[in-house]
């Protein structure tokens, strides 16, 4: 008896620290991809620009001849999916929109996983080998 209720007090004190742990953890929302992010991905260096108002900023730099694409237009991201998917539309530098996924390892790194130009072919997970790796630029 005097065991059962030992077992019972650990089960209840692991639940309760689940719990606690739980409500601690941070769920990422739009503000947290507010801001500039860069990196490196295939031999580009990568810039991206995610504003309050909804519009966004995409900049990739050749390393090797220091030609610069850069691209403009309106994003929209689903935290209440996963993976959480990225739309890029009205950029009026190209004729189609580009989607993908995201996901927010912390507030200061963000994985993406490379553009398509349909959202039918967005990815449905990560291929880390391929994926863009970026952190929050220091402002």
Known sequence: MKNRAISLSIVLLLIASILVSFSYMKVSSEEDLYGIWEGEHQGLELLFSFNPDGTCTLSFENTTNG????????????????????SIRNIPQLNHALYTIIK????????????????????ISFNYDTSMNLRRAAE
Do not use: H, Q
């Open 67 to 86: 030609e610069v694409y850069e691209y403009s237009g309106t994003y929209e991201v689903n935290f209440s999916k996963e993976p959480i998917p990225l």
């Open 104 to 123: 927010c390892t912390n507030n200061e790194s963000l994985v993406m996983a490379d553009f398509v130009p349909r959202w039918r072919l967005r990815p």
